[in-house]
């Protein structure tokens, strides 16, 4: 019988209580896939679609207990509602740090057997 793999947090954790196991696996699958895509966006984009770019992220992150992630990019989605609001490197560089700290135990969780 395959072990129950252990909720990388809280957040993870809730959904399976929600959604049941496989269901919140296929879901941070999905968000594993996509994020790297969100976040060209995010440095390519014009400015509605960076803020369409922010809001996804955001709540799929926050979905994924990464909470400082999604915090830090809810103030992004803020700032690209006035007209001088912006992503630059740096938004960039720090949303891809804050991911890769937490990355590791949703692809664990994500793809144990």
Do not use: C, W
Not at 21 to 34: K, S
Not at 42 to 47: A, D, F, Y
């Amino acid at each position: 019988m395959p072990e129950f793999p252990t909720p990388p947090n809280d957040s993870i954790a809730q959904l399976i209580d929600i959604l049941g196991l496989e269901d919140t696996r296929d879901l941070v699958r999905t968000y594993l896939q996509e994020y790297d895509g969100i976040i060209r966006v995010l440095s390519e984009g014009n400015r509605e679609v960076q803020h369409r770019a922010a809001h996804s992220l955001k709540s799929s992150s926050s979905l994924m207990g990464l909470e400082s992630l999604a915090s830090y990019l809810a103030e992004l989605e803020l700032r690209l509602t006035q007209s001088s609001g912006k992503v630059n490197t740096d938004d960039i560089e720090l949303i891809a740090k804050k991911i890769a700290g937490s990355i590791q135990s949703l692809k664990v969780f994500a793809n144990s057997e």
